[in-house]
C-alpha cells in the first residue's frame, strides 16, 4: 500500500532537513581571516583616539596561522611586530635582534601633514606575538598603542605564506611572569597581502562554492535523490 501524500509530504521534508542541517555544519569550517586592528577606531594612542583599546579588542578574537591583521593608520605611527617580551616591554626594538622583530611600518617625521597609511601583517608563526608603536621614543605604545596575541595552528600556512614563514622570525617565550608587566621599513617582499582589506570585509565569507558542494556532498546528494525518487512515483 503506498504512503499517503501526508506522509510522503514529511518524509520528504524530513530528509531535505537534515541534508540542510548537515550542509550547515560543514559550512561552519573556520577560514582564514582579516582582522582590522581596533576596527573602526584605526592603530593610534589614545591621545588620538582615547577609546582605544587593543588588548579588549584582541581578546576577543581566535587568532590561527595564515590570518592578516590589518593596520589602519598615518604616517605619524609606525607598526613594530617582536616575538621578544622584552622588546615589547621596553616599547622600543633599537636594540632588537633582526631574527625576532620586523618593522612592517615606520613614521615620517619630515612630513607636515599625515596622510593614510593601511599595512597588512600575516600571522605566520603558532605562539605569542606582540605589536607596538615606536614612535617618539616609545610614548605612543605607552600611551595605548600596543597588544598582544597567542596564534594558534588552525588549518595551518596557505601555500602563498608557506616559504614566508621560512624566513620570518622565530617565537621566543617571556620569562615567567614577565607577561603581566606589559607596558600601559623591511616588509618581506613574498608575503601576500589581501585583495580586500575594507572594514565591510574583514572576515571573509564562509559560504561553500558550488564545486565544493558538489565534490563534498556528491555522496549524500545522489542517496538523498534516490530516496527521493521512488517517493515521486506515488
Not at 548537515?22 to 593610534?44: E, I, P, R
Not at 631574527?99 to 615620517?108: L, P
Request: aromatic share 14%.
Amino acid at each position: 500500500m503506498g504512503l499517503q501524500n501526508t506522509d510522503r509530504q514529511s518524509l520528504v521534508f524530513l530528509i531535505l532537513f537534515s541534508f540542510l542541517t548537515l550542509l550547515s555544519f560543514s559550512g561552519s569550517v573556520d577560514a582564514y581571516k582579516n582582522y582590522t586592528v581596533g576596527d573602526s577606531l584605526g592603530w593610534y594612542d589614545n591621545i588620538e583616539k582615547p577609546n582605544v583599546d587593543y588588548q579588549k579588542w584582541a581578546s576577543t578574537k581566535n587568532f590561527s596561522l595564515g590570518d592578516f591583521l590589518i593596520f589602519n593608520t598615518d604616517n605619524n605611527h609606525s607598526v613594530i611586530q617582536t616575538y621578544n617580551f622584552t622588546t615589547y616591554e621596553l616599547c622600543d626594538y633599537e636594540d632588537a635582534l633582526d631574527n625576532d622583530t620586523v618593522q612592517w611600518s615606520s613614521d615620517d617625521p619630515s612630513s607636515t601633514t599625515p596622510h593614510p597609511v593601511s599595512v597588512a601583517v600575516p600571522l605566520v608563526k603558532v605562539g605569542m606575538t606582540y605589536f607596538f608603536s615606536s614612535d617618539y621614543d616609545g610614548w605612543q605604545c605607552q600611551k595605548g598603542q600596543h597588544f598582544k596575541i597567542n596564534v594558534t595552528y588552525g588549518q595551518g600556512l596557505p601555500p602563498s605564506l608557506k616559504s614566508s614563514s621560512d624566513n620570518s622570525p622565530a617565537p621566543i617565550s617571556p620569562e615567567s611572569g614577565d607577561d603581566e608587566s606589559a607596558p600601559e621599513t623591511l616588509v618581506p617582499s613574498n608575503f601576500d597581502n589581501p585583495k580586500d582589506t575594507s572594514d565591510d570585509t574583514v572576515e571573509p565569507s564562509q559560504s561553500v562554492p558550488l564545486f565544493a558542494f558538489s565534490r563534498v556532498f556528491g555522496v549524500q546528494l545522489s542517496a538523498i535523490l534516490f530516496l527521493l525518487g521512488p517517493l515521486c512515483i506515488y
